[in-house]
């Protein structure tokens, strides 16, 4: 019987599961499905729920995941079961984290960074240079319902003072509160304090030592720092979801975050990638967007939900394809804040969802930027650094038609130079991160052959040049028996060139002096290769700022037209 590898993702809304085989010497997808996240008082229900989807990987994928009476069992007991499972999740609250470290920019910063991929709301901060007494600083440990401690910041070898009072104050705050789900400890910082935080807290295994985050002063590693905080996301999960440690014992696996895992091959993506850009991943739900950038060696990430307010509804009130009242428009907003599963049911409510799609992107990607001032994102130019490819995933994308998922993803991200829009339309990168430290190799194969939809090759254009002038133009060479076209952009066109099927389109840029593609100057063009999309080349010279009408059925028919011009 040939080896397999088991992938779950348990999602807030959707558990997903993968079964990975070799055909032909090379990994590929043998079997997927997905059943209703449910989670229940008691974890019966939840376990029924894991237990059906492996009943359905089974039938369809050849394997033998549960005993003879359909339980769960323990797997390693059943004949030609998987080699491993890797687990995944980012259903449930998001864990309630406090930061404790010397200094804002030095240790604050870099926790928060690093907290990011593992589904963590960060509810306290306390910085040891406000010079809080030790019994003002207990008391604020003491009143926020936290559940994981990091703490970090000072360099090897430096001041320990204000470390060990903060140390002592949490072995106070770890033993004397009484909790059912214990309080998880990552300790990161100055390493000649390690054994004593370790003996002093006696938080046994809830408590993680990694080495320290930063390397140097003003320098970062956070991947230090991975390994212990995935156990104390795992140790957390378990305490909280009914029925989790008994399936993860049976499967015998551990719980990693969603992010993190998609994260991993994000990073794998931009380290063997040639073109020196970063690599992203905008992941957009009904209820939150996540996104995920790797670039220059670092990986960051971000889960953002958008608050609803007066500021957001007028930005995407000012992007919709449809003219509506702000009445109608903030209704539909805050009924779809209280259902996020709401379906559009007319031509006005697509409209108004695309366009708070918009916003919620900008606004995830502006919160990244806080996070990470070297993401390159700026609220009002856009996606000022270079990324390629961009990958697009979630829900919200999922459910559009192609030119939609772009149009939205163009008008939130407004890229800059030439890129390359993939979706991953199953989330496969996650299933794939959960199982790239077991078999490094089935990942690697698999993005080659199924991960990826080509969505669209984005030209932006970026030019001082006022609308209706000439900004570029383009010769489309189709092979030698076809007549080749040529294309005259203007200032503020929109313009879709088709891509070959099975083939390689080539399009050579002429771009006007002061006209800037992405070849590296202002007026400088030259051949681009491009591979069959969905969509094609989309060549957009609208502006950066997005140049929009002031007048409201002029600017909804211009990005009705915009729509049209994708697809229709």
Known sequence: MPETYLSLDIG?????????????????????????????????????????????IEQSGDVQLLDNHGQITNIRRLEGAPAFVGMSLSAGKPVKAALIGLSEAYSIAPLRRLVSLFNCEVVLEVNLQDNLNASAQLERLLTSDIELYVIGGGANGGAQKTLKAAIENLRLVYHLIPRTVRHQIVYCGNQDLAEYAESEIEAGLDMHLASNIQTNPGQEDPTLVWKAMLKAFDRLRLQQIPGLADIVNDLHTSVIPSD?????????????????????????????????????????????????????????????????????????????????????????DLGIEQAWARVRIREALNALQKLDPDFGYNPSLGLTRAYEPIILSGSEMHLALPHQGLMIALDGILPHGITTFLQDEHQLLTALGSLAPHEPLLPVQVMDTEVFTNLATVVTVDTPISDGQMVLQIEVNEGEQTPRLYHKIQMGDLKRIETLQNNKTELYLAPEDESDVGMGLPGLGGWVGVMESKVGVVVDARGRPLKLPSDEIARAEALHNWLWELGG
């Open 260 to 348: 993190f895992s998609a994260g991993r091959m994000v990073r794998f993506l931009e380290r063997s990638s040639e073109n020196g850009k970063g690599v992203l991943m905008v992941h957009v739900d009904a209820d939150e967007v996540r996104v995920i950038a790797a670039r220059d060696q670092k990986l960051n990430g971000i889960a953002h939900h958008c608050q609803v307010n007066d500021e957001v509804l007028r930005m995407a009130r000012g992007l919709s394809s449809q003219v509506t009242d702000a009445n109608s428009f903030a209704n539909y907003v805050y009924n779809r804040a209280l259902f996020p599963d709401f379906t559009p049911a007319t031509l006005e």
């Open 12 to 56: 807030k809304n959707q558990t997903q599961a993968w079964l990975f085989a070799q055909r032909d010497g090379m990994w590929a997808v043998q079997a997927a499905s997905s059943v209703p996240t449910v989670l229940d008082g008691d974890g019966s229900q939840f376990r029924k729920s894991i237990q059906t989807l492996l009943s359905q």
